[in-house]
């Protein structure tokens, strides 16, 4: 199993930045990419970008062009890193683990962000 834990979220007026972290512990060695997904109230989650191990990176096209998702080597360390933040960018968010097949093998807690207008 995987354990994921996340922090760095809280409340940041629009237009400013936020940095999130997540570490992976466990049987970190089955992590082929991580990924962070986003939650707000009455929605679905939503999966918003995504690392792989050798360091593609993908994001949503909602959050292109202002959020980065980057990694150490091993992808046990990953970090969101959130500027031009928007009231709807509100939402709990969550880091997740994948093994090869894209198969989630951990998830971690969420953290909330709350940007004001």
């Known amino acids: 199993q995987v354990r994921l834990v996340e922090s760095g979220g809280g409340l940041v007026q629009a237009g400013g930045s936020l940095r999130l972290s997540c570490s992976a512990y466990g049987h970190i060695f089955r992590i082929n990419a991580m990924a962070w997904y986003r939650q707000a109230p009455g929605k679905q989650r939503d999966l918003i970008a995504r690392?792989?191990?050798?360091?593609?990176?993908n994001y949503a096209d909602s959050v292109k062009g202002r959020f980065t998702i980057s990694g150490d080597n091993a992808i046990d360390e990953v970090y969101l890193q959130m500027t031009s933040l928007k009231p709807e960018d509100t939402a709990v968010y969550y880091c997740?683990?994948?093994?090869?097949?894209?198969?989630?093998?951990?998830w971690g807690q969420g953290t909330q962000v709350i940007v004001s207008s």
């Open positions: 690392i792989t191990r050798d360091g593609t990176a």
């Open positions: 997740n683990a994948q093994e090869v097949g894209d198969y989630t093998i951990g």
